[in-house]
């Protein structure tokens, strides 16, 4: 390992780990790999992603860009690659093939996994079903993308039906698999019927566990079932619970993600905001520019306080 150094004594400073740089077009590891560049070395890290500046005074990077500027590999490094359909949803399709469903989606998974190898596009993390996340790790660890988070929903798609307690040990299994981030859908029923404590108290026990166990939690609030004035309440219960992100939809629900829920988000949340539910090439920039909570169409790009939730987007990106 390189000798960590001080900022005057490098061209770039140095990070810690809530911040990164991407001097020569590599990562300083301190949040990947606990390796630091030199003025004279660069220490290279197995995720490369695009340049993202060299480092302020203070040794944190200076990381805000212009949205419309952003390449197809800015996007891709605060994307969580996403394939969550179940088996039943290949049915009928899997009947013209005359095969299973379960064969089908088993295929489809794997196509989702070699995508995300082999794509120049590198994602952030890919987020998977709870049964997958095992099958995840070790296929892209086996093709040199280990560097990927590995994501999971808990009460996907509905919140409402599982208990909490079952719940809390999904989240213990889902970090056991090497899970290093979940995505739990909030019980938005009984938000809507006014019992916030069971809300709070549910919410409050899922991310001291997660948080217990070293994972980051990304609640989902389905803004598709709440009021502006609920995702508002939402987004402060998450807050006071102490979530790492607010997420916009499941992308099971009546509707998508939407700019005007965003703007709410944003100010009422502190920390990070996933933009989910039908994010494609033709919205996503519209998105951003709302959940940025910014007026001059500039992002801090960083996968700690941004992401989207994407399932064709980066598709669409790579045949750019």
Request: charge should be neutral; include cysteine; glycine fraction near 6%.
């Amino acid at each position: 390992m390189v000798e960590q150094i001080k900022h005057e004594e490098t061209k770039h400073g140095w990070t810690d780990q809530k911040s990164r740089c991407n001097f020569a077009g590599w990562w300083d590891c301190s949040f990947f790999c606990n390796k630091f560049s030199t003025k004279d070395k660069i220490v290279p890290c197995n995720f490369n992603v695009p340049d993202f500046g060299k480092c302020s005074k203070e040794g944190r990077m200076a990381n805000l860009y212009k949205i419309e500027d952003l390449t197809p590999k800015q996007v891709a490094s605060i994307c969580d690659h996403t394939f969550l359909m179940p088996a039943e949803a290949y049915h009928e399709k899997a009947k013209e093939m005359k095969m299973t469903a379960a064969a089908l989606r088993e295929r489809e998974f794997y196509n989702f996994l070699e995508f995300t190898v082999k794509t120049d596009l590198t994602p952030y993390a890919v987020c998977v079903r709870p049964e997958d996340v095992m099958h995840a790790e070790r296929y892209l660890g086996a093709h040199g993308k280990g560097g990927i988070k590995i994501a999971s929903v808990i009460g996907y798609p509905d919140g409402n039906l599982d208990l909490t307690h079952r719940k809390i040990m999904r989240v213990i299994e889902s970090s056991l698999d090497c899970a290093a981030e979940i995505d739990p859908v909030i019980p938005y029923k009984a938000l809507r019927l006014g019992n916030k404590n069971l809300v709070t108290n549910e919410m409050y026990q899922v991310i001291d566990t997660a948080h217990r166990v070293g994972t980051l939690v990304k609640y989902i609030l389905e803004n598709s079932e709440l009021t502006p004035k609920l995702i508002c309440e939402a987004c402060k219960i998450a807050d006071s619970c102490g979530s790492d992100f607010v997420k916009t939809n499941t992308g099971m629900g009546y509707s998508f993600a939407r700019e005007e829920d965003l703007i709410i988000m944003k100010k009422n949340f502190p920390r990070g905001i996933k933009i989910a539910g039908g994010v494609v090439k033709d919205n996503y920039k519209s998105l951003l520019k709302a959940a940025s909570g910014r007026s001059d169409g500039m992002i801090e790009l960083d996968p700690m306080k941004i992401r989207i939730g994407e399932s064709k987007l980066l598709t669409q990106l790579s045949a750019v």
